[in-house]
């Protein structure tokens, strides 16, 4: 009822700025972990696996965390059960995800030909996190779309 007469004001569901948190966060956090891994590559360093990625998955776990709690306290309605367009945006988000995942991967295994082991789990993991932009993104596209 009060959406009425904010009719011009858009309306963001909380599924919708849910999977605007995990975009940014995703893309701000892996892109930094993989501007890390390059520049160590490039410059012919040796790329460490296990620390780097232990500190970008913790840092990555405290901004969603703390930003999808923040995001549930400033809220106004309460976070029911999904409807059936909203577990239509997820399922067809996560089909596209699939899709991506699927190449990005075939990609990552051609690097064991090229590169050594911690660059081809790298690619791997860069596999992965294009897979859940892909994902987070077509959540996001398809609350734009109205799906």
């Given at each position: 009822?009060?959406?009425?007469?904010?009719?011009?004001?858009p309306?963001?569901?909380?599924?919708e700025k849910?999977?605007?948190?995990?975009?940014?966060?995703?893309?701000i956090?892996?892109?930094?972990?993989?501007?890390?891994?390059?520049?160590?590559a490039?410059?012919?360093?040796?790329v460490?696996f296990?620390?780097?990625?232990?500190?970008?998955?913790?840092?990555?776990?405290?901004?969603?965390?703390?930003?999808?709690?923040?995001m549930?306290?400033l809220n106004?309605?309460?976070?029911?059960?999904?409807?059936?367009?909203?577990?239509?945006?997820d399922?067809?988000a996560?089909?596209?995800?699939?899709?991506?995942?699927?190449?990005?991967?075939?990609?990552?295994?051609?690097?064991?030909?090229?590169f050594?082991?911690?660059?081809?789990a790298?690619?791997?993991?860069?596999?992965?996190?294009?897979?859940e932009?892909a994902?987070?993104?077509?959540v996001?596209?398809?609350?734009?779309?109205?799906?």
């Amino acid at each position: 009822m009060f959406e009425i007469f904010y009719i011009m004001e858009p309306v963001m569901a909380l599924r919708e700025k849910s999977a605007w948190i995990s975009f940014w966060t995703t893309l701000i956090v892996y892109g930094a972990y993989f501007a890390y891994v390059g520049q160590a590559a490039a410059a012919g360093r040796p790329v460490g696996f296990a620390g780097p990625l232990t500190t970008c998955i913790f840092v990555l776990v405290v901004l969603q965390v703390g930003l999808q709690i923040v995001m549930a306290a400033l809220n106004r309605e309460p976070r029911g059960p999904q409807d059936e367009r909203e577990r239509l945006i997820d399922l067809t988000a996560s089909t596209h995800a699939f899709y991506v995942l699927q190449v990005a991967a075939m990609g990552a295994a051609v690097t064991v030909y090229f590169f050594d082991k911690t660059l081809m789990a790298n690619a791997v993991i860069l596999a992965l996190a294009v897979s859940e932009l892909a994902r987070h993104g077509g959540v996001i596209l398809g609350y734009r779309r109205a799906c």
